[in-house]
T-cell receptor
Framework: GQNIDQPTEMTATEGAIVQINCTYQ??????LFWYQQHAGEAPTFLSY????GLEEKGRFSSFLSRSKGYSHLLLKELQMKDSASYLC???????????FGAGTQVVVTP | SAVISQKPSRDICQRGTSLTIQCQVD?????MFWYRQQPGQSLTLIAT?????????ESGFVIDKFPISRPNLTFSTLTVSNMSPEDSSIYLC???????????FGEGSRLTVL
């Protein structure tokens, strides 16, 4: 079967750093994507990795190790607006067909 | 990036009825997808909407329950048929950027079935 696992919830304080881990077991691999979803809204794209290594986009960065079936999303200098669900998603064949993890709810406290 | 409009944005429906959700994209796109997000859960792919031919459904989803139309490269509809409370979900239309693989989502249609 295909599995994408990520923690259910994480709590951190404003200004801190949080790392969300994602492990996957899929029949193929084209890329791993991270999405942010605020309550009641559609997901929005944050970052993606196709090759091993680190991708940095401002306060957010994502890391991928294909041999380990592992990725993480790093959120730095946390702000209250970063409180949201973060979805790990893998595309295995054609673009647009994603397998999504259950999401990690990040709670940022003052 | 593509701009995707969905309607209705939300609706409350009676058990046994059917509702059609519309998705309009501001540019011609080859691929369009319909996802479902049940309360407190992540997104699940329902089907790929194919222009000019029948949709391709994922395991657990069938055409009789979720008929899909794709009359052209900018528009698609998803019908949720004979609804039950278990169909209460957010339904999302999406299109991929074929260069980056990024998936763009419509605002979603939140259905509540009583």
């Amino acid at each position: 079967g295909q599995n994408i696992d990520q923690p259910t919830e994480m709590t951190a304080t404003e200004g801190a750093i949080v790392q969300i881990n994602c492990t996957y077991q899929t029949s193929g691999f084209n890329g791993l994507f991270w999405y942010q979803q605020h309550a009641g809204e559609a997901p929005t794209f944050l970052s993606y990795n196709v090759l091993d290594g680190l991708e940095e986009k401002g306060r957010f960065s994502s890391f991928l190790s294909r041999s380990k079936g592992y990725s993480h999303l790093l959120l730095k200098e946390l702000q209250m607006k970063d409180s949201a669900s973060y979805l790990c998603a893998v595309t295995t064949d054609s673009w647009g067909k994603f397998q999504f993890g259950a999401g990690t709810q990040v709670v940022v406290t003052p | 990036s593509a701009v995707i409009s969905q309607k209705p944005s939300r609706d409350i429906c009676q058990r046994g009825t059917s509702l059609t959700i519309q998705c309009q994209v501001d540019s011609q796109v080859t691929m369009m997808f319909w996802y479902r997000q049940q309360p407190g859960q992540s997104l699940t792919l329902i089907a790929t909407a194919n222009q000019g031919s029948e949709a391709t459904y994922e395991s657990g989803f069938v055409i009789d329950k979720f008929p899909i139309s794709r009359p052209n490269l900018t528009f698609s509809t998803l019908t949720v048929s004979n609804m039950s409370p278990e169909d209460s979900s957010i339904y999302l239309c999406s299109v991929p950027d074929l260069n980056t693989g990024e998936l763009f989502f419509g605002e979603g249609s939140r259905l509540t079935v009583l």
